[in-house]
């Protein structure tokens, strides 16, 4: 059944939609959660009371600075950089930082909101945020982005900290601009102060399993889905969108767990190979030379890339968008239910729009939205947090088992809030609910603040 948003909550989103004029992917996330409320402030009446619907919206904090920098012709460059500090009542706020040229205050809202739910889900103590610029890395010399990190961080070091907001990477954030924004942090406040970001370096605080955490993570999740099924990776043909961070893990994991991997992308086009993608190929071409998928093909003459193609024409048991928002259309959702495609697990945040989101639900698929599917980032990101906090650090399996079993927690309290409230199967529900209620009860506890 597709969601109709309740009398009682309309006016609250019509409320948002004056109150941030122009927003659009905001706009979307709020009213993907909003739709499923109607029957959480039946159960729980003092909610509608307290506002915690028209709070929960309003970020508590909104941070948007100048990035002036100095790129490698010696010309002047200006970005601009956003925090959103949206929600703390579980803890600092927690979440990525996003360079990407299409970032704007409506994106890195929609990324923050999206982030007070996920985090929830994960069990652990963690408020939600996001922030990010504009800035485009694609094709700066190291030089360039470490003079962008070192001028970002020069105005962020005043709004975080271990206790207060901690951000990670997200889209053209890794390893190397965590290590620029971590040098510049430390030497402004002259605190070694490992818990201020996560995605470290393994050697200066970061956490094993944490580069992986998001794929593997969401793997586990659409595992779990299967077997409420009876079914599993097994034999599968899967296809991967994106080339970056999550799809490389999602990847690797499938292949683990006996699944096959047939298709890869970026923003130029996809790659497609019968046999199975070579992944230790994409590492070298994505991780280390940073080059295009395109070249993939110069080392696999069986393999085909197609130029601006949609990967999602291609027919698979098992689709996992892991690339960026709204890259599954109605049309691809029809085209992958049509095809066969019996499970999706959203890597990437909001990757489905919610014509295709409704195709999925109403085929009855296993459909595991973003804010479920991909926590398993920022929970392990906690677990980098609890490691510094015990200046500890522990070994790979065992903190791969810890996050295989926070994925498995949060699935099964997806599927169990999904039946409570009367739409037994859909995690889009599930997740909303169960997110939501752990931040209200919160909210509720802490007065109105
Ligand atoms: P990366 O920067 O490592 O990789 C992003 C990939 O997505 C690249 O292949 C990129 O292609 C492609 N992509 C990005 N923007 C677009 C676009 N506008 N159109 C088409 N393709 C695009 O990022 P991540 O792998 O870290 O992030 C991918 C997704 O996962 C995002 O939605 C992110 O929010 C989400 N996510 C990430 C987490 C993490 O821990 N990193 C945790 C949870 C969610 P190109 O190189 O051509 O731009
Ligand atoms: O969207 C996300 O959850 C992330 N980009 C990871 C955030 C984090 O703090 O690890």
């Not at 470290?200 to 659409?222: D, I, M, N, Q």
Request: hydrophobic share 35%; net charge negative.
């Amino acid at each position: 059944m597709s969601p109709v948003i309740d009398e009682k909550v309309a006016p609250i989103y019509q409320e948002v939609l004056n109150r941030n004029p122009g927003e659009v992917e905001f706009h979307q996330a709020v009213l993907e959660v909003l739709e499923s409320l109607g029957p959480v402030l039946v159960k729980y009446p003092e909610f509608a009371h307290q506002k915690i619907i028209q709070r929960i919206c309003e970020p508590e904090r909104q941070i948007i600075f100048r990035v002036p920098w100095v790129d490698d012709q010696n010309q002047v460059q200006i970005n601009r950089g956003f925090r959103v500090e949206f929600n703390s009542a579980l803890g600092p706020y927690k979440g990525g930082l996003r360079f990407h040229p299409s970032v704007y205050l409506g994106i890195v809202k929609f990324l923050g909101f999206e982030q007070v739910f996920k985090n929830a889900l994960t069990g652990l103590p963690i408020g939600g945020g996001k922030g990010g610029s504009d800035f485009d890395p694609k094709g700066r010399s190291d030089g360039e982005v470490m003079r962008f990190c070192q001028s970002f961080m020069t105005e962020l070091y005043r709004h975080i900290g271990e206790h207060t907001d901690v951000p990670a990477g997200d889209i053209g954030v890794g390893g190397r601009e965590i290590g620029y924004l971590f040098g510049q942090y430390k030497r402004i406040t002259n605190r070694w102060e490992a818990g201020v970001l996560t995605g470290k370096g393994l050697s200066w605080g970061g956490s094993l399993v944490r580069t992986e955490a998001t794929g593997y993570g969401a793997v586990f999740f659409v595992d779990e889905m299967l077997k409420v099924r009876n079914d599993s990776f097994e034999g599968k043909k899967c296809v991967v969108s994106g080339s970056g961070n999550v799809s490389i893990y999602t990847t690797e994991k499938i292949v683990q767990l006996g699944g096959k991997v047939v298709a890869s992308s970026d923003s130029n086009g996809y790659i497609y190979h019968e046999n199975g993608i070579d992944l230790d190929l994409v590492k070298q071409l994505k991780e280390i030379e940073r080059r295009r998928i395109s070249d993939y093909v110069n080392y696999h003459k069986d393999a085909k890339y197609v130029a601006g193609g949609n990967i999602w024409e291609i027919p698979c048991d098992v689709a996992m968008p892991s690339a960026t928002q709204n890259e599954i259309n109605g049309k691809d959702a029809k085209m992958l239910v049509e095809n066969g495609c019996i499970a999706v697990g959203e890597g990437a945040n909001m990757p489905t729009t919610p014509e295709g989101v409704k195709i999925f639900l109403d085929a009855n698929i296993a459909y595991g939205p973003g804010k479920a599917a991909n926590a398993g980032g920022v929970a392990t990101s906690a677990l980098e947090m609890q490691q510094n906090a015990s200046r500890d650090s522990w070994t790979f399996d065992y903190t791969e088992e810890r996050l295989q079993r926070i994925m498995k927690n949060i699935h099964q309290s997806c599927y169990e809030t999904a039946e409570e409230f009367g739409t037994p199967g859909n995690y889009v529900n599930g997740a909303n609910c169960a997110g939501f209620i752990k931040v209200a009860k919160a909210m509720v506890a802490m007065g109105i603040i």
